[in-house]
């Protein structure tokens, strides 16, 4: 097995033995509204810098293109509070408008 493989093997056992570690947590402190607080505050902070690395880097490269102006639709979709499936929408319909209108690549 090459260095990379022992590398991939030893990440995927610790996430096993994390996942593991959450069987012995006490019901008690999994019910508690702090708890509850961090992991839906957690959720959305990962959710947010996925999104936000996804729209400004392409490769190891910070890009500035459309994709930029369809999350910025995006946002303002939700501002208003559209459904989901119409902020997606309006995001692409705002990458095609500017990627069509020379002002993205």
């Known amino acids: 097995m ?3 493989s022992w590398w991939i093997l ?6 096993y033995a994390v996942k593991l570690c959450g069987y012995f947590v006490p019901r008690k402190v999994l019910d508690s509204p702090t708890m509850s607080h961090v992991a839906a505050t957690l ?16 490769g190891q490269q910070l890009v500035i293109d459309a994709r930029i102006g369809a999350l910025g639709a995006a946002i303002v979709a939700l501002i208003f509070k559209a459904p989901y499936l119409v902020v997606v929408i309006v995001g692409a319909l705002a990458a095609i408008a500017l990627r069509a209108t020379g002002l993205a690549a």
């Open 43 to 58: 959720t959305i902070a990962l959710l947010a810098s996925l999104v936000t690395v996804n729209a400004v880097t392409s």
């Open 2 to 4: 090459s260095e990379l």
């Open 10 to 15: 030893a990440a995927c056992l610790t996430a």
